[in-house]
């Protein structure tokens, strides 16, 4: 079993930047996926960006590219997601992930945290 617990939401200006930071416990991340995603009221949990076990290969939403960043540390069992140049429309809850490859999709993750909650103000 795997716990996650994510950490370092809050409240931002519209073009702040935040790190989110997600640790993992009972189980060595670093031979799995890992990945983020977000679900804003009344909307479906939404992918956010995804990574490798190793590192070396991420991808984005299409609408996210260039703002944020994905990053991990096994060593650390830690994943993190550096948001930059934050938007009103970034609001939601965000979620860590476990999968047991690397995927976009949210149906090939089987552990996922409790969320933070990001909120952009205008």
Not at 25 to 47: C, H, L, N, V
Not at 64 to 92: C, H, V
């Amino acid at each position: 079993q795997v716990q996650l617990v994510e950490s370092g939401g809050g409240l931002v200006q519209a073009g702040g930047s935040l790190r989110l930071s997600c640790t993992a416990s009972g189980r060595t991340i670093g031979d799995y996926g890992m990945g983020w995603f977000r679900q804003a009221p009344g909307k479906e949990r939404e992918f956010v960006a995804a990574i490798n076990w190793y590192g070396d290969r991420t991808s984005y939403a299409d609408s996210l590219k260039g703002r944020f960043t994905i990053s991990r540390d096994n060593a650390k069992n830690a994943l993190y997601l550096q948001m930059n140049s934050l938007k009103p429309e970034d609001t939601a809850v965000y979620y860590c992930a476990i999968a047991r490859s690397y995927s976009n999709w949210l149906k090939d993750y089987d552990y996922w945290g409790q969320g933070t909650q990001v909120t952009v103000s205008s």
